[in-house]
Nanobody, 124 residues
Framework: QVQLVESGGGLVQAGGSLRLSCAAS????????MGWFRQAPGKEREFVAA????????YSADSVKGRFTVSRDIAENTVNLQMNSLKPEDTAVYYC?????????????????WGQGTQVTVSS
């Protein structure tokens, strides 16, 4: 089992920045990748960014490229999401997720564990 706890959400004005963190505990030694997803009211959960735990390779959705950066700290078992130039359409609950194996990075159903989510609200 893996436990994931997100932090860092909040209210910010458009153009501002936030940094989300996700702390992993439990059976983390077999982690293959960690990702961030988000879900806005009335919409499906969507992929935001992911990072390979082994190689550090990064992947992000087109909607956040150039604005959001995912990073990892292996020693601390954390994954972070630096969000810059935030827009009102970035408003959502952001979820951290981890997976044990392979496949794609952007399909939510391929992830094994999820955090409880943290709210990000961007005002115009």
């Amino acid at each position: 089992q893996v436990q994931l706890v997100e932090s860092g959400g909040g209210l910010v004005q458009a153009g501002g920045s936030l940094r989300l963190s996700c702390a992993a505990s439990g059976r983390t030694v077999s982690t293959y990748a960690m990702g961030w997803f988000r879900q806005a009211p009335g919409k499906e959960r969507e992929f935001v960014a992911a990072i390979s735990w082994i190689t550090g390779s990064r992947y992000s959705a087109d909607s956040v490229k150039g604005r959001f950066t995912v990073s990892r700290d292996i020693a601390e078992n954390t994954v972070n999401l630096q969000m810059n130039s935030l827009k009102p359409e970035d408003t959502a609950v952001y979820y951290c997720a981890s997976k044990y194996c392979c496949g794609t990075y952007y399909r939510s159903y391929e992830y094994d564990y999820w955090g409880q989510g943290t709210q990000v609200t961007v005002s115009s």
